[in-house]
């Protein structure tokens, strides 16, 4: 079918927004390009990083939940979210975590692609995975970490399910995905040539409990369409696969559709457009708290709401 053409973002939830912007534009050098509000609770952030463009397929999202508790890993919610590196930059992540005291779980391999994995400071399950894919990337001349280190975008999302099969058949037969194979027990479906970027693993955990949302945990991963026609023709399949997609909610930066797979992880399908830059100039993404339209006569108010943050401390090395 070849309408999704890849992950578009992915969306987590954290504590403490200002220790979420430091972990990840000061240390992990990716730029804030958008700080808004979560639309269905403005009093609540929402920050996304990017690269310097926010092109989709490199944009990691959080939300700062931050009364809520922790989240449990287990069936149907992302189980970890791994991020791009350059091949060759393995060694320059591990001395950089590692003095910065991030909690490194282990290197190794997966797919012939080395990594690493961690755990951000809010319980976030990460991995820094080398590849040598072509994605669509642009370098942030103002981040901490050098050009040809930087992380290039979003790798590909992990997830546990009870049962492998029905979500399976879900994802080939209505999402258009392909089937990879299996590699140390995580099944990989993905699209175009599954790569970088293209892909979600999924591994049958019958006896785990079921997964529960909360700081540390992943919300939802986005699969790129490339416009409102595209989005509609995939909702009508995942529509007539019963999966009781919500209507396209404008989001303004996007147009987005949202449903559960059938083992219960939450997928949205987002248009590459209109972008981050329909409301500010590509220089000064992320300076500013934006609102939606809609939002905004509401600005004084949600301002109150929303907790100080500053600048990002950045980790020069």
């Known amino acids: 079918m070849g309408d999704i053409s890849g992950i578009h973002h992915i969306t987590a939830i954290c504590g403490n927004a200002q220790e979420n912007l430091d972990f990840y534009s000061g240390l ?6 958008k700080k808004s509000v979560n639309q269905d609770d403005p009093g609540t952030y929402h920050l996304f990083y990017a690269d310097a463009d926010g092109h989709p397929g490199t944009d990691l999202t959080f939300f700062p939940f931050r009364d809520s508790p922790p989240g449990r890993m287990g069936n149907g919610i992302g189980v970890e979210i791994a991020l791009a590196i350059p091949a060759g930059s393995l060694e320059y992540w591990q001395d950089r975590l590692s ?5 490194i779980k282990g290197t190794g391999t997966r797919r012939g692609d080395r990594d690493i994995t961690l755990i951000d400071p ?7 995975v080398e590849t040598t894919d072509e994605r669509l990337f642009t370098a942030w001349d103002r981040s901490a970490v050098p050009a040809d280190k930087q992380i290039l975008g979003l790798h590909a999302v992990r997830a546990w399910e009870r049962d492998i ?6 994802l080939l037969s209505t999402l258009g995905f ?29 006896n785990a409990p079921r997964g529960s949302w909360g700081v540390g945990t992943m919300h939802h991963v986005a699969w790129r369409v490339a416009d409102d026609e595209t989005q509609i023709a995939v909702r009508e399949r995942v529509m007539q696969a019963h999966r009781h997609p919500t209507e396209v909610i404008n989001r303004f930066w996007f147009h987005s559709v949202y449903f559960l797979e059938p083992g219960g992880v939450l997928f949205e399908l987002a248009t590459d457009g209109p972008g981050f830059t329909a409301d500010e100039s590509l220089e000064h993404l992320g300076e500013q708290l934006v609102l939606p339209p809609w939002l905004e006569p509401h600005r004084r108010e949600i301002e109150a709401a929303l907790p100080a943050l500053g600048g990002a401390a950045e980790v020069r090395g």
């Open 99 to 103: 003095q910065h005291g991030v909690e």
């Open 178 to 206: 392909t089937d990879f194979g299996v590699e140390d027990g995580w099944h990989r479906f993905g699209v175009g040539d599954g790569g970088s970027g293209e892909h979600i693993e999924l591994r049958e955990m019958p």
């Open 122 to 128: 809010h319980g976030q399950q990460l991995a820094l």
């Open 28 to 33: 992990l050098g990716m730029r804030l390009v």
């Open 165 to 170: 099969a029905p979500t399976a058949a879900f």
